[in-house]
């Protein structure tokens, strides 16, 4: 079973394990929802009449709200790079569905994989296999054919890629050359009004040298080896003795600096391509949609619809010391990890900590580490969820604010 949505620091694997921990009571309270995993499991564990689930965060909150009320059981949408940036913001099924390491921050795929990723969405979201035979791939899209024929279709899908995206050697190379001519040719009229006004003012290369204080530079810039164009404080040190030299710095410090910068735009365009071959040379898990998975996580939510027309869940967007505590009450805390990456907010852990101090009844919190007097009463190990792919191995420990008055918990050494 996965519990609630696709999120940073979710309790997705452990959720059961957590509420098996923590004793039976009238409400359970999700003082820091995130994704729902929690309060999913707490709903359909049947140890509590009652969950309550709140979340700071806006968008966290919005998702949650509509996945229980349904309303992402006929989303199908897919979500370009483009959309991505334009939408995360204020529409949660971009920002989790599509965000990298459920971040809501960046988007999940690489330039090099969109593609894919988009061809495979078409495919089995919505049962269109065009985009898949554009790249000269027979193939219904399924995870046990793509699986099946990976080594086949990725040799497809590359040569796909540099032909339609990356452009061929040939037209690369003719681009290259156009540009170099372009350039060239500006550069060289540029040269020319430098030798034109020299000529003109009846000078020598090396009376220009002498004006200017250098022993030689101007050689590079009347001279066909190394040609560049003079610095603003040279050129305009040269307008004093050459007065052909009409024009403006300003206005034609664009077409040298073109000139200039063509070696490093040359050995970019190189880089990037060497690297998206790279990239695509390395990709992997061609048959896996994470889009796809995390949407159902999304829709796995509308069975909690029938929990909150029975007034068996309420939801609430406050600060966490802000939400009402009723009475005979289990209260957790998925706080933001000290020592992990930041959150959506900064969380201040101090503060935090002396609320929970101050709680007349036990709070339990998941994290690796907290100060004395907060008792460690659990661990486990589990798989770090703070980005995909991520496969490290930390120590989870499930801490309460005084020690548990129930024999059945396992204590742990302090």
């Not at 009571?25 to 994704?35: N, R």
């Not at 024929?149 to 796909?160: G, L, R, S």
């Not at 073109?258 to 391509?273: A, F, H, K, M, T």
């Amino acid at each position: 079973m996965r519990w609630g949505m696709p999120y940073k620091g979710s309790k997705n694997a452990i959720a059961e394990k957590l509420i098996n921990a923590m004793p039976d009571a009238e409400y359970f309270v999700d003082l820091f929802g995130g994704g729902g995993a929690m309060s999913h499991c707490a709903s359909l564990s049947h140890k509590y009449k009652k969950v309550i689930y709140n979340e700071l965060e806006p968008l966290v909150y919005k998702g949650f709200t509509m996945a229980i009320h349904g309303e992402y059981s006929k989303e199908k949408r897919w979500i370009s790079r483009e959309d991505f940036h334009n939408l995360k913001a204020i529409d949660p099924y971009v920002a989790i569905c599509f965000s990298f390491g459920n971040k809501m921050k960046n988007y999940s795929y690489s330039k090099e994989i969109e593609p894919w990723k988009r061809a495979l969405h078409y495919a089995r979201v919505l049962g269109d296999n065009s985009q898949l035979r554009a790249f000269g791939i027979a193939s219904d899209g399924s995870r046990a054919d793509i699986k099946a024929h990976k080594e086949e279709y990725k040799k497809q899908y590359i040569a796909w890629y540099m032909k339609n995206i990356m452009k061929t050697d040939k037209v690369y190379q003719f681009e290259k050359a156009q540009l170099e001519k372009n350039i060239k040719e500006e550069s060289e009229k540029l040269r020319a009004y430098l030798i034109k006004a020299r000529d003109g003012a009846k000078l020598r290369s090396s009376d220009v040298d002498k004006h200017l204080g250098t022993n030689g530079m101007s050689g590079h810039y009347f001279g066909k080896s190394q040609w560049e164009f003079p610095t603003k404080e040279n050129y305009e040190k040269m307008q004093e003795i050459m007065p052909l030299l009409y024009k403006d710095y300003d206005d034609i410090i664009g077409l040298s600096s073109l000139w200039q910068s063509l070696q490093r735009l040359q050995s970019l365009q190189s880089l990037q391509r060497l690297e998206s071959l790279q990239r695509l040379e390395r990709l992997q898990s061609l048959e896996r949609l994470q889009s796809l998975e995390r949407l159902e996580r999304l829709q796995s939510l509308e069975r909690l619809e029938r929990l909150q027309s029975l007034e068996r869940l309420e939801t609430y967007n406050l600060s966490y010391e802000q939400v009402k505590i009723p009475k005979n009450s289990v209260v957790y805390c998925d706080i933001p990890y000290k020592e992990t990456d930041k959150y959506i907010s900064e969380f201040d852990h101090d503060a935090f900590y002396k609320w929970a101090l101050s709680q007349p009844f036990e709070v339990y919190i998941s994290e690796y580490d907290m100060p004395l007097p907060f008792y460690p009463v659990y661990e486990w190990d589990k798989r770090s969820t703070l980005g995909a792919g991520n496969k490290t191995k930390t120590v989870e420990k499930l801490f309460c604010n005084r020690k548990p008055k129930m024999e059945v918990y396992k204590q742990l050494e302090l």
